[in-house]
């Protein structure tokens, strides 16, 4: 089945300090999905990518889609205490619009003041 | 709105027991989702409902039964409760399928003993 790998698992940053997280498909993606959790809470959507090479900013996070829809990115630019929390890609298999959402490991981002 | 709420937040349960974990959603959404989650796992799909009175099974279905017997309730059960099944349970719904958005549900903590 499809698998979505992604990377690091676990990410310290100093606050200020840059971060990204990479998620990567075993397949080609119909879409790709962001979500973050803080701490005891529950997912939140960020953003959805859908075209190849497709990049998307909010404020200091920018999200790329790889050309071939396979992988994908999120950058963060100066990390601040308030993106502490997990990432999460998921990615829907491509070739329909019906493929399950299939999510990644996380990134467990802590960011130290 | 009250989105998606799940009941109750925690439980503690004996090996062997039963229960039934709820969710209810306000958005007309018609797909819902239960996923579980553990550390180092990400969020993995057990069951899922493309509309009232569907169900189908997800990628870790094993030991859980699920009904959607109205639109806005997915239920999730556990015939007999095994320490395997001490996890993170999320319930989440979208609007039209699998592209779009999630919105989780609070969570609910469940231990089996």
């Known amino acids: 089945g499809q698998q979505v790998m992604q990377i690091p698992q676990y990410q310290h940053v100093q606050e200020g300090e840059d971060f990204t997280t990479y998620c990567n498909s075993s397949?080609?993606?119909?879409?790709i999905q962001w979500y973050k959790q803080r701490p005891g809470g529950h997912p939140v959507f960020l953003i959805q990518?859908?075209?190849?090479?497709e990049v998307k900013k909010q404020k200091r996070l920018t999200f790329q889609f790889g050309e071939a829809k396979k992988n994908s990115s999120l950058h963060i630019t100066a990390t601040q205490t308030i993106d502490v929390g997990t990432y999460f890609c998921?990615?829907?298999?491509?070739?329909?619009?019906?493929?399950?959402?299939?999510f990644g490991q996380g990134t467990i981002l802590t960011v130290h003041p | 709105n009250a989105g998606v709420t799940q009941t109750p937040k925690f439980r503690v349960l004996k090996t062997g027991q039963s229960m039934t974990l709820l969710c209810a959603q306000d958005?007309?959404?018609?797909?819902m989702y239960w996923y579980r989650q553990d550390p180092g796992m990400g969020l993995r799909l057990i069951h899922y409902?493309?509309?009232?009175?569907?169900?189908a099974k997800g990628e870790v279905p094993d030991g859980y039964n699920v009904s959607r017997l109205k639109k806005q309730n997915f239920l999730l059960g556990l015939e007999s409760a095994a320490p395997s099944q001490t996890s993170v349970y999320f319930c989440?719904?979208?609007?039209?399928?699998?592209?779009?958005?999630?919105?989780f549900g609070d969570g609910t903590r469940l231990s089996i003993l």
């Open positions: 958005m007309n959404h018609e797909y």
């Open positions: 998921a990615g829907q298999a491509g070739g329909t619009s019906y493929g399950k959402l299939t």
């Open positions: 989440a719904s979208s609007y039209g399928g699998w592209v779009q958005p999630q919105h």
């Open positions: 990518l859908v075209k190849s090479g």
């Open positions: 397949t080609t993606l119909s879409n």
């Open positions: 409902s493309v509309g009232e009175g569907t169900t």
